[in-house]
T-cell receptor, first 116, second 113 residues
């Protein structure tokens, strides 16, 4: 149980285009999902907390107009990178908190984004 | 704010041996959760073990166990009978009462055959 999926796992896009990444909790309902960014050989950096039915809470320094987060249902949150730039190239990971797992966050497999 | 510190960027261990990864943290809260996550080369984050701060008993999960010293704010992970599949980055994390997660910088563990 407590499986989180992400789609796509890998995406290449041209500079200036938008990319949408989906995060799904497959076997549980998640009122809260999280989006992280991870650079090579570094730790996870929290970008935003996504709450179902309300606006996401962004961490300091994260542009909310550039990284659009939508949490329209209890099993789906999306991250849209708008007007992508090469420095947006990174590994993006989502996680969801399972009610049955207490405070435990379960992570998706991640999405590698390369902006050319 | 809470902080999590992992002072060992890299470690190695011989297969079948035991290794301990250290983690210290700082928080002013009395109730919180501590976690160890594993990130293998696939980069999928996998929960290894969790510990509630109000529980004195150290958590164990098969070959993985923790040494939780609340007063010292220490939360080390012991891996017994190390296996090649244990090779990965290991992250220590703390979740506070505001549900905010704080990750350490990670320890890269290599199991040598």
């Amino acid at each position: 149980g407590a499986v989180v999926s992400q789609h796509p796992s890998w995406v290449i896009c041209k500079s200036g285009t938008s990319v949408k990444i989906e995060c799904r909790s497959l076997d549980f309902q998640a009122t809260t999902m999280f989006w992280y960014r991870q650079f090579p050989k570094q730790s996870l950096m929290l970008m935003a907390t996504s709450n179902e039915g309300s606006k996401a809470t962004y961490e300091q320094g994260v542009e909310k107009d550039k990284f659009l987060i939508n949490h329209a249902s209890l099993t789906l949150s999306t991250l849209t990178v708008t007007s992508a730039h090469p420095e947006d190239s990174s590994f993006y990971i989502c996680s969801a908190r399972s009610p049955a797992g207490g405070q435990t966050q379960y992570f998706g497999p991640g999405t590698r984004l390369l902006v050319l | 704010a809470q902080t999590v510190t992992q002072s060992q960027p890299e470690m190695s261990v011989q297969e079948a041996e035991t290794v301990t990864l250290s983690c210290t943290y700082d928080t002013s809260e009395s109730n919180y959760y501590l976690f160890w996550y594993k990130q293998p080369p696939s980069r999928q984050m996998i929960l290894v073990i969790r510990q509630e701060a109000y529980k004195q008993q150290n958590a164990t999960e098969n070959r993985f166990s923790v040494n939780f010293q609340k007063a010292a704010k220490s939360f080390s992970l012991k891996i017994s009978d190390s296996q090649l599949g244990d090779t990965a980055m290991y992250f220590c994390a703390l979740e506070d009462t505001g549900n905010q997660f704080y990750f350490g910088t990670g320890t890269s563990l290599t199991v040598i055959p």
